[in-house]
């Protein structure tokens, strides 16, 4: 199941309310060209499955975009949410729609704004994550990813002691993003993971788990379920969605379990990861040109470690003197900023909402 409902604020302006990051063409193909992060996590997805064994779950008003950027996604495969009530309503709609289909559906939850390199290393983490769930049926397996850094932008899952599968530990803990001298403890320990927010268990396990740590959302759920496919399930999901609790995932369902001994584990990725939810890390899957990261047409003159972005082929954007700063330009809007304030480009567009409505949004 791929995950795909986000709208992407940080990557604002270009990405939109109603174009958000997963659906625009920013991955550089070699030789030119680009594809989405959508369909990216699709084509690496088929890398473990067939095409007709992978699901998506979207916001309803990306439905025909979705559709469009996967050709090969079977029509009864898209799930789509008629608003935003946060991952654990998403994992457990879609969990719900799988289960009733296949009661002992095995699934894996990914998201669609990664990229991964090599794809081979993550299809054999994924392949290993099914057999810890052979080994344990009852257990939750989140996918951790090996550290490279101390970075402060990831929450972190600790390992405890070894399983029987070779590549996967018991979860010890949870750990919220931390400060760099914590984030470098962790990364000098050697006993913590990136956590990736990709997991693996029985559709039905996490059903169970969010009957027992969320019940209104499990009795909402089943109620969509237990209407008949079609319209009526429509209806049912408009009426019963919007009035569930708005959490994540983690806090609904992993947290608590891994309470429990050895019903958390975490299986080791290590691969080349990059979360693309900012512009810095947007940039590092652009061309460098003259030490700046780039997108468009531009010309840069002493001015270095900047991100410059155009989706307008015609419009030049040219630099003189700057550095460290993100250059964005739209047909519709222009955005500068220092590399260092990028993570406030959500607290920006918030402010422009409350000055000109949904306009720019």
């Given at each position: 199941m791929i995950m795909a409902g986000g709208s992407g604020?940080?990557?604002?302006?270009?990405s939109r309310a109603e174009r958000p990051k997963q659906l625009l063409d920013v991955v550089a193909e070699p030789g030119g060209g680009a594809h989405s992060l959508l369909a990216e996590a699709f084509t690496?997805?088929?890398?473990?499955?067939?095409?007709?064994?992978?699901?998506?779950?979207?916001?309803?008003?990306?439905?025909?975009?979705?559709?469009?950027?996967?050709?090969?996604?079977?029509?009864?495969?898209?799930?789509?949410?008629?608003?935003?009530r946060d991952t654990a309503n998403?994992?457990?709609?879609?969990?719900?729609?799988?289960?009733?289909?296949?009661?002992?559906?095995?699934?894996?939850?990914?998201?669609?704004?990664?990229?991964?390199?090599?794809?081979?290393?993550?299809a054999d983490a994924l392949r290993t994550a099914y057999d810890a769930l052979a080994a344990r049926p009852r257990s939750l397996v989140t996918l951790g990813i090996r550290p490279t850094s101390p970075a402060t932008g990831f929450g972190y899952v600790r390992r405890g002691g070894p399983t029987e599968v070779p590549g996967v530990a018991e979860a010890a803990a949870f750990v919220e993003k931390p400060d760099r001298s914590t984030a470098e403890e962790y990364l000098a320990s050697g006993e913590y993971?990136?956590?990736?927010?990709?997991?693996?268990?029985?559709?039905?396990?996490?059903?169970?788990?969010?009957?027992?740590?969320?019940?209104e959302s499990a009795a909402g759920?089943?109620?969509?379920?237990?209407?008949?496919?079609?319209?009526?399930?429509?209806?049912?999901?408009?009426?019963?969605?919007?009035?569930?609790?708005?959490?994540?995932?983690?806090?609904?369902?992993?947290?608590?379990?891994?309470?429990?001994?050895?019903?958390?584990?975490?299986a080791?990725?290590?691969?080349?990861?990059?979360?693309?939810?900012?512009?810095?890390a947007l940039a590092q899957t652009l061309e460098t040109a003259g030490?700046?990261?780039?997108?468009?047409?531009s010309v840069a003159l002493d001015a270095a470690g900047n991100i410059v972005f155009s989706d307008d082929p015609e419009h030049l954007v040219a630099l003189v003197g700057l550095r460290d700063s993100v250059v964005v330009h739209t047909a519709d809007v222009t955005m500068v900023c220092p590399v260092s304030d990028?993570?406030?480009?959500?607290q920006l567009l918030a402010e422009i909402e409350a000055r000109h409505g949904s306009r720019f949004s």
């Open positions: 604020t940080r990557l604002w302006p270009l690496r997805l088929e890398a473990v499955l067939p095409a007709e064994r992978i699901w998506v779950c979207t916001a309803a008003r990306y439905g025909e975009q979705v559709r469009a950027a996967l050709p090969r996604l079977r029509a009864d495969r898209l799930v789509l949410e008629p608003v935003a998403a994992v457990g709609l879609t969990a719900a729609l799988v289960a009733d289909a296949d009661p002992d559906a095995e699934l894996a939850v990914v998201s669609a704004d990664h990229v991964i390199r090599p794809v081979e290393r993550f993971l990136w956590n990736s927010g990709m997991f693996v268990w029985r559709a039905r396990t996490v059903l169970d788990a969010l009957a027992e740590h969320l019940p759920l089943a109620r969509v379920v237990a209407a008949p496919a079609g319209e009526r399930r429509t209806a049912v999901l408009a009426e019963v969605f919007p009035t569930l609790p708005k959490i994540s995932v983690d806090y609904a369902v992993l947290e608590p379990a891994a309470r429990e001994p050895g019903r958390v584990l975490v080791d990725l290590d691969v080349d990861w990059l979360d693309v939810g900012s512009w810095p030490g700046n990261a780039v997108r468009g047409l990028a993570e406030r480009v959500k």
